[in-house]
């Protein structure tokens, strides 16, 4: 029997406007070599110049991961020679990376596990390059854009931690606003480090890398493929290669190149960046900026709020959501119909209108007003969500709509009896049914009825229990 042993590598470009080094655009674009600068193709006598926003977004994920930093920014040359790489060197940091020692704690099976993070360093990304049988073409528009590397410890153990990982820091880089992280445009990928060793074992085994993985679900296919893979050799007696290896589109790896020795990439201090001190100031400021993140306003909803974890996770799933979520309950009575409102009705009117929350017109404060007139039971709750889907569409405000087309609940009594009695009129039959044969589905029948007859106004538990009673009255009486 095997432990297993993963550590990731993941990378994650910055939104920016221009890119790391250059005043190129730095924006996605499927039209090759449109994004490009002499600095971005490594020209003679080119300068970079660092870009500002870039660093300090890479500085506040750091700081989201709970990293130890820097006092000063600067830039390390990292030498190698290859096709993707105009410059023969990449400028990226080792000497002051922008967080080591770090962790993100995610939810696992109903269990917090704590990921370390090695590291955290800013630097920029390489060119990217399309192979044919015959030729490899080039494309520079990703030539420098910014690119964070978050380096974890060999601290996973399954496919499933990985996985979770990987979408919770996703959920870091969406809450902070730094990236899309769209893995479908490669703006979020990573490389997997795999290993097995005897159960209860110190000694790590061969370490196996899996490189430029760019979906999730292809992450969780290149390791339990390995797990497979690397068990059966051990099992049969075999040696594992310390190699690179890539996935293919069925979840099958293959082996590119043996890896003997580590890369002498001779990095030095990049002569043309010279070190910019942070403040302490500085660092606060980026500090403050940091929302609360999703794991701890799950946390916060479960033991504050009263909330499942399922609910909890939906909404804290989405920054902007939360946000949304946090002000709504400020003034509700009753926080489970603001969680039924936010996670149903909230939740499929953006998605149906294909809208975000800053488009969406109803506010925390439109919402919390029309939920609170459920709590006090002068609306239905389904009356309550046709008034909104209303009043979305004719951007009103829920209550003004309520007071212009008179559609607040009946709770008069003689008022319900009134439209109960005209509905038993129309529909003797179905009265026989209950007197003679004691027919609860009569019931609900002739809720409908004044259900529609009074345009879904009436007060529903007040219509029911009036409904039985009036039944139970011609019932004596026949």
């Not at 109903?110 to 044919?132: C, F, M, P, W, Y």
Request: net charge negative.
């Amino acid at each position: 029997m095997y432990d297993v042993v993963i550590g990731l590598e993941v990378h994650c470009e910055l939104e920016t406007n221009s890119k790391n080094f250059s005043s190129s655009e730095n924006s996605y674009t499927k039209i090759p070599n449109i994004h490009v600068s002499p600095v971005d193709l490594g020209l003679p006598g080119i300068l970079p110049v660092v870009n500002e926003k870039a660093c300090y977004n890479a500085l506040r994920t750091a700081m989201a991961l709970h990293c130890e930093n820097p006092d000063v920014i600067m830039f390390d040359r990292k030498n190698y020679f290859y096709p993707d790489l105009p410059k023969g060197y990449q400028l990226t940091q080792v000497t002051k990376p922008m967080g080591r020692n770090g962790y993100l704690d995610i939810m696992v099976e109903g269990k917090i596990k704590r990921v370390l993070i090695h590291q955290l360093h800013l630097e920029e990304d390489t060119a990217s390059l399309e192979h044919d049988k015959n030729y490899s073409l080039i494309d520079y528009n990703r030539s420098g854009v910014p690119l964070i590397e978050i380096v974890t410890e060999p601290c996973l153990t399954s496919s499933l931690e990985a996985v979770t990982f990987l979408e919770d820091l996703k959920d870091v880089f969406l809450y902070l606003g730094v990236s899309e992280a769209k893995t479908d445009k490669g703006q979020m990928r990573c490389d997997v480090n795999i290993s097995l060793k005897e159960k209860g074992s110190d000694k790590l085994g061969t370490k196996v890398e899996m490189k430029n993985i760019n979906s999730f679900s292809s992450v969780k296919q290149a390791i339990e493929y390995e797990i497979k893979r690397q068990s059966e050799a051990l099992a049969n007696g075999e040696k594992i290669i310390q190699e690179t290896r890539r996935i293919d589109e069925i979840g099958k790896t293959h082996s590119m190149r043996e890896k003997v020795d580590a890369i002498d990439y001779k990095y030095f201090v990049d002569a043309n960046l010279p070190p910019v001190k942070i403040t302490d100031a500085k660092k606060q400021e980026l500090k403050e900026s940091i929302p609360v993140l999703k794991l701890d306003r799950i946390m916060t909803y479960q033991n504050d709020l009263g909330l499942d974890y399922y609910d909890a996770s939906v909404i804290a799933k989405n920054r902007k959501l939360a946000d949304y979520f946090e002000e709504v309950v400020k003034s509700v009575k009753d926080i489970s119909l603001a969680v039924n409102f936010v996670t149903t009705s909230i939740l499929s009117t953006l998605n149906k209108l294909e809208i975000t929350l800053d488009e969406f017109y109803i506010t925390p404060s439109m919402l919390s007003g029309l939920i609170n007139l459920v709590s006090a039971d002068k609306l239905s709750l389904d009356h309550a969500k046709k008034i909104l889907y209303k009043a979305i569409e004719e951007k009103i405000e829920p209550v003004k709509l309520i007071e212009k087309e008179n559609l607040s609940q009946i709770n008069d009594k003689e008022e319900l009896v009134k439209y109960i009695k005209d509905e038993f009129t129309k529909y003797n039959l179905q009265v026989e049914q209950y007197i003679k044969e004691d027919n609860m589905s009569v019931i609900n029948f002739f809720m409908g009825k004044v259900m529609v007859a009074t345009k879904r106004q009436a007060n529903p538990n007040m219509t029911r229990e009036l409904i039985k009673e009036e039944l139970e009255r011609m019932k004596k009486n026949d």
